[in-house]
Structures are given as C-alpha cells and as structure tokens.
C-alpha cells in the first residue's frame, strides 16, 4: 500500500492502460517495483518484466512502452546505461516514454555518462513508495506540459513547434527554463543562429545558467570566434566545474585552436569527472596519441573498449586507436592481438579494409615490406570493388596511409586528396594528411599538394555562384553538379549547390527534378554539419518555390 497517497495526484501519476517495463535482475526488487506500481492503477497485464539487457532490448523492439524503471547493474551483460542507450539509439524510445534508473550507489560517477543518452530520472536504493510516487508525478507532469511540442519535433515541424513553445512559455513559469532549453535547441536545428544567440544572451542576463552558457559557446563555434567560445567555457567551469559537457566543447576548440596539451589537459579533467563514458575515453585516448602521450592514450583506449563491451555504441575506432598505439610503443604482437579482438568483434567489408589497412602497416613498421605491399595489393583490389565516395574519412586516410608507404604513390594521393576537398577549410585534417605525407618521407611535396588542394577545391566550391552572379545559370548549374560529384561531403558545396539551383528556377521557371536535387542537396549538409545558418533559409525559399 502507498504510504501516504492522498500527497499525489491521481490525475498525474494515473498508470492505467500505460505499458510500464521493469528492468532489474533480482526477482524480489521486480516485484516489489510491480507492487508499488499496481497501487498507482498500473494494469498487471500492460506490465513486462526482464531480468537482463538482452532481454530488455528484445522486449523494447516489440512493446512502445509508456515507463521503464530500469536497475543500473544488471549482473553480466549489457548495464541499465546501455540498455537505455542502445533504446535510444535504435528509435525504441521517444521523449514521452519516462524511464528513471535505479541505484544502490551515490557516488556520481557511478551513474556518469553519455551525456546525450540520460534517463529523465536517477533513483537511489532503497525505493520507497513515497520516492517512486514523487518522481513519477515530476516527471509526468513535465512529461505533459511538452507533449505537443514532441509530436511536432517527432514530425520534423520544427515551426510549429518553436510556436508551441512560444504559447507554452507565455503562460507556463513552472517550465520556463526547459522550454527556453527547448527553443534554444530548435533554433540551433533550424540554423537560427542569430535568434538563439539574442535569446541566450537574454536568458543569461536574467540567471547565470551553465547550459545557456555552452549554448552560446556553440553558437560562436560555428562562427568560427574560437577565443570567445575559450572564454566563455572557462568562465562556465570557474563557476561550475561539473557540467562535463563545458569540458568536451573547450577540449574541442582548444584543439581547433592547435592547442592539443591544453586540450588533452581538459580531457583529462573531464575522465576524473565522468569516467564512465565510452565516447569521452575514445577521444582522450585520440587527444593523448596524437600529442605522444602513449601511456595516457593506452590506457584511456582500454577503458573506452571495457565500457563499450556491451554497448551499441561499440566503435572499431577505438580498438584501431590502440593497434596505433601499440604500434607507436613498438609492441606490434600486441597491435596484432588488438586487431584480433577487432575482426572477432566487427565485420562488414568497411571495416574489413580498415583492418588490412591497419596490418599492413604493422608489417611495415616491422620492416616486413613485403607482406605490407601484398596487404596493400588486396586493399587496392577491394577498392576496385567499392565506390571510393562512400568511404568515410576515417577509412580514406587509414588506406591512403598503407598505400603510400607501400609504392601505390598514386592511388594514394588521389584519396588524400578527396579527402582536403571536402574539407578545404579544416586545418585538423590538413596536419592529419600532411602527418601522413611526413611519415612517408614526402613532407615538402605533401605540403605544396595539399595547399594546390585546398585552393583548387575553393575554385570549385565558389565557382556557381559567381556564375550566376553573372548570368549564367545553365552553365552555373553544371558547376555545381561537377562540384558534388568531385565533393559529395563538402558542405559548402550543398548549400552553394542549392543556392545555385534556386536561382536558377526562380530566373527560368521549375525544371522536373531540380527541386528534388536541391532538397536532397540541402538535407545531405544539414545531416553533415546541422544548424548551418544558410540551411533554413534556403530551404524555406525552396518550399515557397514548390
């Protein structure tokens, strides 16, 4: 029985006809979770209990569930974090689907991690019905306050539901900051970069708010004022050095900046802070090899993978990270090892490649040079095979690396080069390739081809739309189409091709198929770089065309 029931709400924690999930692997807590809830009208016939992740996961694939009280260990087998990760991951869940997570431990770190996968609630043990009651009501009360305006979100109507949130906020004070959060982020999809910067600013004139702070860092991130967003990041941690995302965004702009000690040095931070996540570990285990910190770089790649283990978010980049690794402190048995658990844990033709890749340059390392061309042979005939555009830079630079070192100059280049065109303007990867070129004994020639790149690539991303600045569509239109075809993933080139094509239909009237191309165009550098301040705008043109 519910200790005190007349302190809640029958109308907001009803559970009746809801589907509700109970994730724990102690059958006792199980039934004790389903009593409690019964109390508060759940339908012992909508209620599914499972004692491990797999089993969750199954069950989430099947049922759309309205609550999910999960346990955060769950014995061997995915934990209660990973199961609601790979939920989310895979669509299981939406935003009107509570799910709290249940504890025996306080300590924050042991219910730190990815920050984007987070439960709407964290429940110590014991759970009292007074403590089940109480946050089932907070949240389900919240939980309907935005129910509208994640239906739109779910929708893609992103206008309709900036003006949801709108009349919200007019009148609902009780949800004042998530619904400013919430416009906030829907401004950043849109690319209303200016509305979301005067909003903030507005917010943080009002109340110091730390994720009003890394909003507007951000948003001077992507207008590339590096020092600002410096700025601001630090002044956020002086003030609140626990709201780890400030940490992730300030390692990423100090390294943009170039500053990969000081960048390492805030990762390093960050672990301390939340080791428990997978992501984090992976890149200061990138961060630490890239600035010789080999012993910092293994052991954050180890971790990375022993939380990963179960995860959905398991990455092949990781395991590859400490074969370099490996590599680097010259135990290449060890690298070979690695690369094993790699093609146990993985398969597909992509990552196939990246492991032949990865081998023949343990080969070559070793000074067997003859296995490293044979290596390399077999990659160039699975290339042959594949549409290079599909690669991801990953695998580019990884194959393009063997393939140098091993004689195949040529086809090397010419993937290194794909690779600067569709980011002409990234000074990482350019040290990354230039890196490649030096280890290859080519640094003068690999500077001078990666700088003729860049400028060769800037020509073609600008060319439409001086053509069209001049008059010439049709020949403005074929500039763009060749500039995709030779930078399928360079944003610029997107939106410029957009641009292009819009102008074109507005001088010369709708050309079947064009329209289709520009919003395929458009959506391809939205999902690349989303809330480009250029992506709304074109895009709201192009509907008012059709």
């Given amino acids: 029985m519910i200790t005190n029931p007349t302190k809640f709400s029958p109308v907001s924690i009803n559970l009746s006809g809801k589907n509700i999930l109970i994730i724990d692997d102690y059958q006792e807590m199980r039934t004790i979770l389903r009593d409690m809830l019964r109390a508060l009208g759940a339908d012992v016939k909508k209620m599914h209990m499972v004692a491990t992740g797999e089993d969750a996961i199954a069950i989430l694939k099947k049922v759309e569930f309205d609550v999910v009280l999960c346990d955060l260990v769950l014995g061997t087998g995915k934990s209660g974090q990973q199961v609601l990760e790979e939920a989310k991951y895979l669509s299981l869940v939406g935003p009107s689907c509570l799910w709290i997570m249940i504890s025996a431990e306080k300590a924050a770190e042991s219910v730190s991690g990815t920050a984007e996968y987070q439960p709407d609630a964290y429940l110590i043990k014991p759970v009292t019905e007074v403590s089940l009651c109480t946050r089932l009501e907070k ?11 994640h239906q739109a979100i779910k929708r893609s109507d992103y206008s309709e539901a900036l003006n949801l949130c709108d009349q919200r906020l007019a009148s609902d004070k009780t949800n004042m900051s998530d619904l400013l959060r919430t416009k906030c982020n829907l401004l950043w999809i849109t690319g209303e970069l200016d509305r979301a910067q005067d909003l903030l600013k507005d917010i943080l004139s009002k109340r110091e708010l730390p994720w009003a702070k890394v909003a507007l860092a951000r948003i001077f ?4 004022d590096f020092k600002l967003v410096k700025t601001l990041l630090e002044e956020t941690i002086a003030v609140n050095a626990t709201y780890i995302e400030t940490h992730d ?41 890239k600035i010789g910190k080999l012993e910092n770089a293994e052991r954050a790649f180890r971790k990375s993978i022993a939380l990963s283990e179960n995860s959905v978010l398991k990455k092949a980049d990781t395991y590859l990270g400490l074969v370099k690794v490996c590599s680097a402190r010259n135990n290449s048995d060890e690298a070979m090892k690695v690369l094993g658990q790699l093609t146990k844990n ?37 290339l042959s095979k594949k549409d290079e555009r599909s690669l991801t830079s990953e695998e580019s630079l990884e194959i393009a690396h063997l393939l140098l070192v091993a004689g195949d100059k040529e086809k090397a280049i010419c993937l290194l080069q794909s690779e600067i065109k569709n980011n002409p303007e990234s000074p990482m990867l350019h040290k990354v390739v230039a890196d490649i070129f030096e280890q290859a004994g080519m640094r ?14 800037i020509l073609m991303m600008n060319r439409g739309v001086l053509l069209v600045s001049k008059g010439q569509y049709e020949e403005a239109v ?5 500039a995709r075809a030779a930078m399928p993933t360079n944003v610029r080139v997107l ?17 079947p198929g064009l329209i289709d191309e520009a919003r395929n165009s458009l959506l391809a550098a939205n999902e690349l770089s989303p809330g480009e301040p250029r992506f709304k705008r074109l895009m709201t043109t192009l509907n008012e065309l059709v």
């Fill in 221 to 224: 991130f992507k207008k590339n």
């Fill in 346 to 382: 993985f398969n597909g033709d992509d990552v196939r490649l990246r492991v032949l890749a990865a081998t023949g340059l343990v080969h070559h390392q070793r000074g067997e040079a003859e296995k490293a061309a044979q290596l390399a042979i077999e990659l160039d005939q699975s």
């Fill in 495 to 511: 939106l410029n091709l957009a641009h292009v094509f819009i102008a074109y239909i507005q001088k010369k009237g709708s050309v």
């Fill in 478 to 482: 074929c500039a763009m189409r060749e």
């Fill in 249 to 289: 965004l300030l390692a990423q702009t100090l390294q943009v900046m170039d500053d990969l000690a000081g960048a390492g040095d805030v990762l390093e931070r960050a672990v301390k802070l939340s080791p428990n996540s997978a992501m984090r570990q992976q890149t200061l285990g990138s961060l630490s090899l």
């Fill in 444 to 457: 003068e020639e690999g500077n001078r081809l990666i700088e003729a790149t860049r400028q060769e690539a």
């Fill in 139 to 149: 949240i389900w009360l919240k939980k309907k306050a935005f129910a509208e305006i």
